[in-house]
Nanobody, 117 residues
Framework: QVQLVESGGGLVQSGGSLRLSCVASGRFFGVHKMGWHRQAPGKERELVALIDGNGGTTYADSVKGRFAISGDIGKQMWGLQMNDLKPDDTAVYYC???????????WGEGTLVTVSS
């Protein structure tokens, strides 16, 4: 089993920055991809950013150029630097990992990011 704990959410004004962090504990090996999803009120959960075991990254079009994902598999942690935040970025952000060694994914409980206009 793997447990994921997010931190770093909060309230920020439009144009501001926040950094989210996720720390994993447990049987953490065989990482395929790790990253972040978000769910805004009344909307479905959506991909924000992913990083794979080779360091390759994927971003939602809406955050390209503003968000940056980084990760350290050895330290079992990854982060999301969010710059130039907009009110549309308001959501609960969930950290995520897919372990090919277990053939399943894990999710954190989420951290709320609120961007005021």
């Amino acid at each position: 089993q793997v447990q994921l704990v997010e931190s770093g959410g909060g309230l920020v004004q439009s144009g501001g920055s926040l950094r989210l962090s996720c720390v994993a504990s447990g049987r953490f090996f065989g990482v395929h991809k790790m990253g972040w999803h978000r769910q805004a009120p009344g909307k479905e959960r959506e991909l924000v950013a992913l990083i794979d075991g080779n360091g390759g990254t994927t971003y939602a079009d809406s955050v390209k150029g503003r968000f940056a994902i980084s990760g350290d598999i050895g330290k079992q942690m990854w982060g999301l630097q969010m710059n130039d935040l907009k009110p549309d970025d308001t959501a609960v952000y969930y950290c995520y990992v897919y372990l090919w060694s277990q053939g399943r994914d894990y999710w954190g409980e989420g951290t709320l990011v609120t961007v005021s206009s």
